[in-house]
């Protein structure tokens, strides 16, 4: 199992779609943000403030990233990247887990 040392974490979770995703925000010892969530079947649609880089760490989804008109499948072990102030549509059949960096550009 992947370990990620040195960290703080913000006791709060982040709920959405009426519990249906979770998550819990962190930060590393340089600032940098990121979560660690749970996605439960269902089809979601996420506003992006900063950039987000999101690595599948268990199960599969169905992305439509900005100016994609049709959905394709991410997995395990798959990044993809959402670019900022925008929105992405995700759809799942089963437990997704997943971690998501922040980058703040600018």
Avoid: W
């Avoid at 040195?6 to 709060?12: A, G, H, M, T």
């Avoid at 979770?22 to 940098?32: A, I, L, N």
């Avoid at 990044?79 to 549509?89: C, G, K, L, M, R």
């Amino acid at each position: 199992m992947e370990k990620i040392k040195d960290v703080e974490v913000c006791l709060k979770g982040n709920v959405y779609f009426d519990g249906r995703v979770t998550s819990r925000t962190f930060y590393k010892k340089t600032g940098e943000r990121f979560t660690l969530g749970i996605i439960t079947p269902g089809e979601y649609t996420f506003d992006v403030g900063d950039k987000e880089i999101v690595k599948m760490l268990s199960g599969a989804a169905q992305i439509c990233l900005p100016g994609e008109s049709e959905f394709h499948e991410v997995k395990e072990g798959e990044t993809f990247v959402i670019p900022a102030n925008s929105d992405y549509q995700i759809r799942t059949y089963g437990i997704v887990e997943y971690l998501c960096d922040y980058v703040i550009e600018g």
